[in-house]
């Protein structure tokens, strides 16, 4: 019998080579795993109190029959009056992510050099990859702060395009003003600075805001990204934005772009979102609580727990992190076991209601032994102090 020989494609070297996205899995998955109702879902950063209610608002008076706004006109025009820049330098994106990939599509050949932090956001690292570029990740330090005196050697080799998270994800960490400054006066001309700040709506105060320190350097190139995601709740409908230092840099994004990338739903919601601060303020503070409670709980634990500035924490449990989330999975809670090199015994928790913590600190103390049993007790009464403060 004669064999049939099959035409199979190969994809590009560079793709067939790239890591895989470390993404969480959904609650509908958790629930037909672990076979519970009551999913804690704890892996992928959400906003546990969801979004303000003017966005379902927005939302009902939607006509899904029609294309969306290819140039989000409306939602550039509202972000422009919210942060005090001219619309020509705002950039909206299908999440923060499609951005990412946008730069490195318009600025990026094969052989550029990029460089990042480790651990780091998987897409600092694998879209660079997909266009061809080498990726140079400078490790935090043991302490895990940034390490300014390494990446400042990196910076005089002068890479083509720097992705900086701060907060970083995943470690939470988030960069005082001094170093921002010193990085920034590195930087070499023709290196694209790309601050990600992502969480930056969660940060304690006293940590620079991106978009005040940036244009103090007329001849940085530069672009801050941040997403309505996190503060604002809106994960699922995907809505991003770049702030760039002049309008080519933006021009140049666009123009990689898909027509209508940013659906109607996701600009619709952004809009009503950015109406609607007080209830973000809001949200957010109850984050930071609630992480400043887990995170001494987690500590009385004997977990090392990284100071974090955003919505989650990175936890080193000094044990394979991989089994001990199979095991909190059976258990209805979904959590991030990080697999990138060097850090696999740490897991990445995100900050949810009062309940989901505690519910967490409890089956974790289970999954790591008997013998942080004993400090158990003391989240719970914690957490009745929370609600006592609260009223």
């Given at each position: 019998?004669?064999?049939?020989?099959?035409?199979?494609?190969?994809?590009?070297?560079?793709?067939?080579?790239?890591?895989?996205?470390?993404?969480?899995?959904?609650?509908?998955?958790?629930?037909?795993?672990?076979?519970?109702?009551?999913?804690?879902?704890?892996?992928?950063?959400?906003?546990?109190?969801?979004?303000?209610?003017?966005?379902?608002?927005?939302?009902?008076?939607?006509?899904?029959?029609?294309?969306?706004?290819?140039?989000?006109?409306?939602?550039?025009?509202?972000?422009?009056?919210?942060?005090?820049?001219?619309?020509?330098?705002?950039?909206?994106?299908?999440?923060s992510e499609e951005l990412i990939a946008a730069l490195c599509r318009a600025y990026l050949q094969k052989g550029d050099t990029v460089l990042t932090i480790s651990p780091c956001f998987g897409l600092h690292e694998i879209e660079p990859l997909a266009a061809g570029a080498q990726v140079i990740k400078v490790p935090m330090t043991?302490?895990?702060?940034?390490?300014?005196?390494?990446?400042?050697?990196?910076?005089?080799?002068?890479?083509?395009?720097?992705?900086?998270?701060?907060?970083?994800?995943?470690?939470?960490?988030?960069?005082?003003?001094?170093?921002?400054?010193?990085?920034?006066?590195?930087?070499?001309?023709?290196?694209?600075?790309?601050?990600?700040?992502?969480?930056?709506?969660?940060?304690?105060?006293?940590?620079?805001?991106?978009?005040?320190?940036?244009?103090?350097?007329?001849?940085?190139?530069?672009?801050?990204?941040?997403?309505?995601?996190?503060?604002?709740?809106?994960?699922?409908?995907?809505?991003?934005?770049?702030?760039s230092s002049d309008e080519g840099i933006a021009r140049a994004m666009r123009a990689t772009l898909t027509p209508f990338n940013v659906n109607a739903a996701a600009q619709a919601a952004a809009v009503a979102a950015l109406q609607d601060d007080d209830w973000m303020h809001e949200a957010t503070a109850k984050i930071r609580y609630?992480?400043?409670?887990?995170?001494?709980?987690?500590?009385?634990?004997?977990?090392?727990?990284?100071?974090?500035?955003?919505?989650?924490?990175?936890?080193?449990?000094?044990?394979?992190?991989?089994?001990?989330?199979?095991?909190?999975?059976?258990?209805?809670?979904?959590?991030?076991?990080?697999?990138?090199?060097?850090?696999?015994?740490?897991?990445?928790?995100?900050?949810?209601?009062?309940?989901?913590?505690?519910?967490?600190?409890?089956?974790?103390?289970?999954?790591?032994?008997?013998?942080?049993?004993?400090?158990?007790?003391?989240?719970?009464?914690?957490?009745?102090?929370?609600?006592?403060?609260?009223?």
């Amino acid at each position: 019998m004669q064999s049939v020989q099959q035409n199979v494609l190969s994809p590009r070297q560079e793709v067939a080579a790239l890591p895989t996205y470390n993404a969480g899995i959904s609650a509908a998955v958790a629930r037909r795993i672990s076979g519970r109702e009551d999913i804690a879902a704890l892996a992928s950063n959400e906003n546990p109190y969801g979004a303000s209610p003017v966005v379902a608002a927005a939302l009902g008076a939607l006509v899904p029959s029609r294309y969306s706004d290819p140039a989000s006109g409306a939602l550039r025009q509202a972000l422009s009056e919210k942060l005090g820049t001219v619309p020509n330098r705002i950039v909206c994106g299908n999440g923060s992510e499609e951005l990412i990939a946008a730069l490195c599509r318009a600025y990026l050949q094969k052989g550029d050099t990029v460089l990042t932090i480790s651990p780091c956001f998987g897409l600092h690292e694998i879209e660079p990859l997909a266009a061809g570029a080498q990726v140079i990740k400078v490790p935090m330090t043991n302490a895990f702060d940034y390490d300014a005196d390494a990446l400042m050697h990196e910076l005089a080799r002068k890479p083509k395009i720097v992705f900086i998270s701060s907060p970083s994800n995943p470690v939470g960490t988030a960069m005082s003003r001094p170093e921002l400054d010193r990085l920034l006066d590195a930087v070499q001309p023709g290196t694209l600075f790309v601050l990600d700040e992502a969480y930056f709506e969660l940060v304690d105060p006293g940590y620079p805001d991106g978009l005040k320190v940036m244009p103090l350097r007329p001849n940085l190139s530069w672009v801050v990204l941040r997403t309505f995601s996190k503060a604002y709740g809106l994960a699922g409908l995907r809505v991003g934005y770049g702030i760039s230092s002049d309008e080519g840099i933006a021009r140049a994004m666009r123009a990689t772009l898909t027509p209508f990338n940013v659906n109607a739903a996701a600009q619709a919601a952004a809009v009503a979102a950015l109406q609607d601060d007080d209830w973000m303020h809001e949200a957010t503070a109850k984050i930071r609580y609630d992480r400043s409670v887990l995170a001494d709980h987690l500590r009385e634990m004997r977990v090392r727990v990284v100071p974090s500035q955003a919505n989650f924490l990175f936890l080193d449990l000094n044990a394979k992190a991989a089994p001990v989330a199979r095991a909190l999975l059976q258990k209805g809670i979904i959590v991030k076991p990080w697999m990138e090199a060097g850090y696999t015994n740490f897991l990445r928790v995100s900050i949810g209601t009062a309940g989901d913590n505690e519910r967490f600190a409890q089956e974790l103390g289970r999954a790591l032994g008997p013998c942080l049993a004993e400090t158990r007790g003391n989240f719970d009464q914690k957490a009745g102090v929370r609600k006592a403060l609260r009223g």
